[in-house]
């Protein structure tokens, strides 16, 4: 009998129970399938069985002597006995043997009543000095003494491995091994080197699996034993991914103790990242804001919430009366919830009267939207994270996916290193992946379309091309056909400096495999170009037929945690909900219907636009929840001038973040860990963030401070709870009509989930595509906006880094991520270094035509010769003061990816 997965399957018995289950199954992981709980201490389902504590022996009947059950697999017919006299003899003297190597501390340590080993311990009732109780081992250096992450403690460890195989089996980083030998033995670092300086990237990993407390968090050291602690499972506030995550509270003092997640959490088994692990000192910091702050005479003074909101609802009442609702705009966030921008979007349209209304996937995403909407029809994430670890081919174009979505990137690594994968990775430098990959594709920053036209040429010349797909599920194939004919390998050598014999063999490797899975971000959408790079993707994809099937697509990884479902909730000048045209009459009617008031048919501006409609004097008012565009907009000097500038500016805000400090008045509101809602991940899984702490002084939701806001306005507006704003959502949102927050409560729903009885949909564009047929672009290649000259030699480009986030708002408050990562940077090519005489960490002056900035430099190979690349999250030395503000014609997004830059040593006074 064979199961889903074309596997055969095999019936057997355990104590008593008849189980069926597929053939490479452990007895292990069948027995916890019928709630069989076998005792073990160095099992996880992340990583192949180690087998070391042999705690989990079993009795298979016909079989002489016990088995190990965590690496036995089953067979048909097997009868097992996992407990009887003779086993649970074994266990209690195993037990003893590893409580002699043990230090017994179970009433002073954090891990007391939630601790493996003194649970089994307790349950066979093992004699802790029965083979005598050890010494404590001789001081000596410790690995993690430097660490503020992670601590180490080499008497409590068992030496059961389980550490060191997850961080190499997971994250593959291999920063952890055995050293010593006999009663010395302990883990370590390879050469006993500081942890900080290995290659571990903190993700906790060793911490998660440890089963005796050896592996601790530092700062969790006594601030609440495990036992004691209130768990609340949530969603990740960091990036799109959308881990699950329990956050251990001490109800006592109001603290996040520590972040756990469990091996069955959907999508990210149980793995976090070093943000969403260690990342959490932001949310009890004591710089949150706990009052509404109001601006006199230049400096800010607390007020009360009825003062402020009148404030507001006379001032933007006053610039409505005089100058229209045009003249006000609205910037919504993605790192608040669905509920926080359908409120907030609402708001901007029925209360002021404009569609004046975006956020920061303007920056990011806006050309994945715009481009594949006019390919398939829909512009999210084709598949589901889960199904790239099947894939066959894995090309990675833009996405720096090791740092950037840590998480996704342990699916790429597994798929290519444990399951047979070819990873082809494109980018300009030398990230992580490309230690997995097959081929490395280094182009120059600003050539992706001749890139992708060049492999696509090849894939039609040497007729490797899907023609039944094309034939039956697209249309306009001759057009593009012509448009990448003239990119040959050899032209494209030229223009992206990659090898055109490399070009070819990309090609053909993408094109002949089975499922092939195309994975992109901010490398591929933040140009001038960026809608022309996407609709490339999409039409190498529907070349090979590699849309609408598991473990194929094309499937951008957005950045922040709900910035999917910011743009899914209308927080996007031209589109209500559900993406639907705010210029169509039918929709605009749905909507006045449902929301009781005229509704504006014209399309509004866009982030940039709004910049830029400040400048020429037309928008008098901004409203922002959550964003920072003082540090994260391109060309900063424009966009602080423009803050300094706008007559009144309103900033709701957990911290009085760059941008807040330009504001008229200033509202608390609450963070992810304070407030109950929904997030959507990059994969279009609807799910649940629940309330685990009480919000700091007077602090309120943001939707909550909005109804008031536009209640006081003369839009009245109300709501219970979120629940009832996610019911509103589901009846004017066709793609989320069958979301309410019972249905996604254990793991979420992937939308489209169009009724209260759709099971979700894991990948889209199964048989059809949402437009019917998929259409081809004749896309050809174009220069960036700016292209490097005498003056400005270099090409600088910008980007994201594992240990920060976005403009550092919320990671630069951990100290275990300042440790790691305390300043900005800018790479170069060590013969750039050496022909301007500059040296590792020397201070550097990175200048544009918009502006300079000092940093440090990191001298290296990671980028090529001629290029610069500069991590944008770091305040001093902000990245985006020199980025390009030139945009993508279609989404409007700003040229952040490429610029014309130069360097050159900083003058000793202007160093910092």
């Known amino acids: ?27 292990l992981e069948a027995s916890k399938g019928v709630g069989i709980d076998i005792p073990h201490l160095c099992y996880d389902p992340r990583v192949p069985p180690i087998g070391t504590c042999r705690l989990c022996l079993v009795q298979i009947e016909g079989q002489a002597g016990l088995s190990i059950s965590c690496n036995t697999p089953v067979a048909e017919g097997m009868r097992v006995c996992t407990e009887n006299e003779e086993i649970a003899a074994i266990r209690k003297t195993i037990l003893e043997l590893i409580l002699s190597q043990h230090r017994v501390a179970c009433t002073s340590c954090d891990q007391e009543g939630a601790c493996k080993l003194q649970d089994y311990a307790y349950r066979y009732q093992a004699d802790e000095a029965r083979f005598g109780l050890p010494e404590r081992r001789p001081t000596e ?45 302990r883990v370590s670092t390879a050469f006993g080197t500081d942890l900080p300086e290995s290659p571990c990237v903190l993700c906790g990993g060793c911490i998660a699996v440890c089963p005796s407390g050896a592996m601790v968090d530092r700062a969790a050291i006594g601030k609440g034993r495990e036992k004691d602690l209130i768990k609340t499972r949530t969603v990740c506030a960091y990036c799109g991914v959308g881990c699950q995550l329990d956050l251990n509270v001490n109800p006592r003092t109001n603290k996040i103790v520590r972040v756990t997640s469990e091996p069955e959490y959907i999508p990210n088994r149980g793995n976090l990242c070093v943000k969403g692990k260690f990342g959490m000192d932001f949310v009890g910091h004591p710089d949150r804001l706990t009052t509404p702050l109001i601006k006199r005479n230049g400096k800010f003074e607390q007020a009360s919430w009825e003062e402020a909101i009148k404030l507001i609802a006379d001032r933007l009442g006053q610039i409505k009366s005089k100058t229209g609702p045009d003249s006000i705009a609205g910037l919504s966030s993605a790192k608040c919830t669905n509920e926080d921008n359908y409120v907030f979007q609402k708001f901007v349209r029925a209360a002021v009267g404009t569609n004046n209304v975006d956020h920061c996937a303007r ?23 889960d199904e790239i670890r099947n894939a066959e081919c894995i090309f990675v174009i833009g996405s720096n996916t090791s740092e950037a979505h840590p998480v996704i990137a342990l699916h790429i690594k597994e798929a290519a290193a444990r399951n047979g994968a070819k990873l082809i990775v494109a980018d300009p430098r030398d990230i992580e992946l490309v230690r997995f990959a097959k081929l490395h594709l280094q182009q120059q920053p600003g050539t992706d379309v001749a890139l992708v036209n060049a492999m696509m040429s090849v894939i039609i010349n040497e007729n490797l091309l899907d023609k039944d797909f094309v034939k039956a599920r697209t249309e306009n194939f001759e057009a593009m056909a012509e448009a990448v004919k003239e990119m040959t390998p050899e032209k494209a050598e030229k223009i992206t400096t990659v090898p055109a014999e490399k070009i070819r063999e990309a090609a053909r490797i993408y094109a002949k495999a089975k499922t092939a899975s195309i994975i992109f971000s901010m490398g591929i959408t933040q140009h001038t170009t960026g809608t022309d790079n996407v609709l490339s993707l999409a039409n190498l994809a529907m070349l090979t037929g590699n849309v609408g099937k598991e473990s194929a697509g094309v499937n951008p990884l957005r950045g922040q945690n709900n910035v999917q479902g910011a743009c899914d909730l209308g927080a996007l000048p031209n589109v209500y909900p559900g993406y639907q045209s705010v210029e169509d009459p039918q929709i605009q009617a749905k909507f006045k219907k449902a929301w009781k008031t005229n509704l504006s048919g014209k399309s509004g501006l866009t982030v940039v636009e709004m910049i830029h409609a400040i400048e020429a004097g037309s928008v008098k008012a901004l409203y922002m929840m959550g964003e920072n565009p003082a540090l994260s907009d391109p060309n900063l000097n424009r966009t602080r001038k423009a803050l300094e500038k706008v007559d009144f500016l309103v900033s709701q805000e957990v911290f009085l973040s760059e941008s807040a400090q330009f504001a008229d008045v200033v509202l608390p509101s609450l963070c ?42 003369g839009y009245a507006m109300r709501y219970e709870n979120a629940s009832e704003i996610m019911d509103e959502i589901a009846s004017v ?25 759709h099971p979700g949909t894991k990948y889209l564009h199964k048989g059809e595509f949402k437009r019917g047929k998929g259409k081809f672009h004749a896309v050809r290649f174009r220069e960036p906006a700016e292209t490097p000259d005498k003056k400005f030699p270099f090409i600088l480009s910008t980007g994201r880094q594992l240990y920060q986030f976005h403009t550092g708002t919320l990671t630069r408050k951990s100290r275990a991520i300042d440790q790691k990562s305390p300043t900005g940077y800018v790479e170069l090519h060590h013969e750039d270094a050496e022909k301007y ?31 610069l690349f500069m991590p944008f999250h770091f305040a001093e030395g902000p990245a985006n003061m020199l980025t390009n503000d030139a945009l993508d014609p279609i989404a409007k997004i700003p040229e952040f990816k490429v610029c014309a830059a130069a360097i050159k040593k900083a003058e000793p006074d202007l160093e910092r």
């Open 837 to 867: 005489s500059i040296g590792e960490g020397d201070f550097v002056e990175v200048s544009t035509r918009r502006g300079k900035v000092i940093t440090k430099a990191s001298v290296g190979s990671r980028v090529a010769k001629g290029w």
């Open 672 to 713: 992810f860990a304070e407030k109950d809602g929904t997030f959507t991940n990059t994969e279009r899984r609807i799910q649940r963030v629940r309330k685990a702490l009480s919000p700091p002084g007077e602090a309120r939701d943001d939707w909550q401070i909005l109804c008031d806001v536009s209640t006081a306005m």
């Open 733 to 757: 949102t066709p793609i989320y009509g069958g979301i309410s927050f019972d249905r996604i409560e254990p793991v979420g729903l992937q939308w489209p989930c169009l009724d209260k009885d």
């Open 363 to 385: 920056l990011c995403h806006a050309s994945t939207v715009a481009g594949l909407a006019r390919a398939f029809g829909s512009g999210a994430m084709t598949n589901s994270i």
């Open 141 to 185: 250096r410790n690995y993690t003494t430097k660490s503020e992450a992670i601590l180490y403690d080499p008497d409590k460890c068992i030496l059961c491995g389980l550490c060191v195989k997850y961080c190499e089996e997971v994250p593959m980083a291999e920063a952890l091994t055995f050293a010593g030998m006999l009663d010395e033995m």
């Open 1 to 27: 009998m064979e199961g889903d997965t074309g596997m055969k399957e095999v019936s057997l018995e355990i104590d008593g129970k008849k189980v069926t289950v597929q053939e490479d199954t452990t007895i």
